[in-house]
């Protein structure tokens, strides 16, 4: 997974090596290892051998012919799990002082921007360099680290890169892009609570008017079978008015309140403490590049100080040049030393925002999945009660649809002449 570290250092590219070293095992493999030589298969698949007595590491396969040396492991595990082995301090220095002279690229790519994404790569012929066996790609070569969860577009694969707003004036980093699309979603689940906080009170105003609709004096005269209806559709309002009241009352309890309390007032806390702790280490990885890139440039200076007095001895020889190159020469190892612990002191630092960085967006990917179940999980229970309050209208409406099937002209005036001649009949005033 850390593979893709190598190209932003330029460290040792093992494929590479692996595979310029195929061929001759291939011929080889059949063949017995050399005594004391052993071996072993990286984290990576690769197959590496190592000498029991001298600890010294190799990509290529050990020959028994003593005319095939064997290039060093070096600096090729630049996995920050790796302890570096007791690999020889020259070899590390040449493999160091081969990573400091490279030139960078002419787009490099700030610490803590590069994704470990895949990206569609287009055949190109490598240049690589190679120093005591052991080969270094230029920067930009290589492929880049694989999905690490392919086809399912998920957080921990992109969201690594800086991403300038609109007018490209200032950028955002990827992470902040995470954090920003968790607020926006705490807010939007805000606003479907007050949504449905104001379809509440609409149910309310409305249960309100049925019934007080329902109490109505308007043609409570009327009489016979037409009249029995008439107070049926007067009743079924005050029904229909109790449902709707329970209706709201099961939207407050079921819908809004689970929206508004999802996810308090805590929630924004904890994406505070995650800003901060991806923060943190950004600001630690630039600091650690820094520190390379410092210590690359003292390196160069101090080779080619070495380069100009070894000049100077070709041209006179004395025993100050000889001072002088001997001291020169020490400098020049020194400063191979401070690269290859900068380098080890980033890696180490690049490990652990790679590690934080996946772990707390496949975290931020889980919340959102999380709070859209929810929200899906609610307002369906809206859409059962909106049923279930359709049903109770329903069934509401039957009996009055009952009696107005059974209103019948002809007995309705049957009783009206007969409560006229046994005198129940009562004038009424009217305006007409």
Same mark, same amino acid.
């Given at each position: ?15 590479? &090596? ?9 011929? #080889?493999?059949?063949?017995? %290892?050399?005594?004391g030589w052993r071996s072993h298969t990286s984290p990576e698949g690769l197959k590496y051998y190592i ?31 790796? #302890? ?29 921007? &590069? ?19 052991? #080969? ?30 609109? $007018? ?45 609709? !329902? ?9 016979? #079978? ?116 900068? &380098? ?6 690049? !490990? ?14 889980? %919340? ?7 929200? $899906? ?39 009206? &002449? ?15």
């Open positions: 997974m850390a593979s893709w570290w190598w190209r932003l250092l330029g460290t040792a590219d093992k494929k590479s &090596v692996a595979k310029s070293s195929a061929a001759p095992e291939e011929e #080889t493999k059949s063949q017995p %290892l050399p005594p000498n029991s007595c001298s600890k010294e590491k190799t990509w290529r396969r050990p020959l028994l012919s003593a005319e095939a040396p064997q290039g060093p492991l070096a600096r090729q595990n630049t996995s920050p799990y790796d #302890t570096g082995g007791q690999s020889s301090k020259k070899t590390r220095q040449a493999a160091t002082a081969d990573v400091a002279l490279r030139k960078p690229t002419t787009n490099k790519q700030p610490p803590g921007s &590069v994704s470990p994404a895949k990206r569609q790569i287009k055949e190109i012929k490598e240049t690589k360099i190679t120093t005591n066996c052991v #080969t270094f790609p230029l920067p930009g070569e290589g492929p880049e680290q694989q999905l690490l969860k392919p086809n399912e577009w998920s957080y921990c694969d992109y969201f690594w890169a800086d991403k300038k707003d609109p $007018q490209g004036t200032t950028s955002v980093a990827g992470f902040e892009v995470l954090l920003q699309k968790q607020l926006k979603g705490k807010q939007m689940q805000k606003e479907m609570a007050e949504f449905i906080h104001e379809r509440i009170k609409i149910e309310e105003e409305y249960a309100k008017n049925l019934s007080k609709l !329902s109490l109505s004096t308007l043609a409570a005269q009327e009489e016979g #079978t037409l009249g029995e209806a008439w107070t049926q559709l007067k009743k079924s309002l005050h029904d229909e008015a109790e449902v709707h009241l329970k209706f709201s009352n099961k939207l407050h309890s079921e819908v809004e309140k689970p929206l508004l309390t999802f996810r308090g007032d805590n929630f924004k806390k904890d994406l505070k403490k995650y800003d901060h702790h991806i923060a943190d280490l950004r600001k630690q990885l630039a600091s650690r590049y820094a520190s390379v890139e410092k210590a690359r440039k003292a390196l160069a200076d101090r080779q080619k100080d070495l380069e100009v007095k070894t000049q100077q001895l070709e041209i006179k020889l004395s025993n100050k040049t000889e001072e002088d190159i001997k001291k020169a020469r020490r400098k020049s190892t020194q400063a191979g030393d401070d690269l290859m612990r900068c &380098v080890d002191l980033y890696n180490q630092t690049q !490990s652990k925002w790679f590690e934080e960085m996946v772990t707390t967006s496949m975290e931020l990917e889980k %919340l959102e999945v999380e709070r859209i179940e929810w929200i $899906q999980q609610h307002l369906r229970q809206y859409t059962t009660l909106r049923h279930e309050t359709d049903m109770f209208n329903q069934s509401m409406v039957e009996p009055v649809d009952q009696l107005l099937q059974n209103v019948d002209p002809a007995k309705d005036r049957e009783l009206w &002449v007969k409560e006229y001649k046994t005198g129940e009949v009562r004038p009424v005033d009217m305006d007409i």
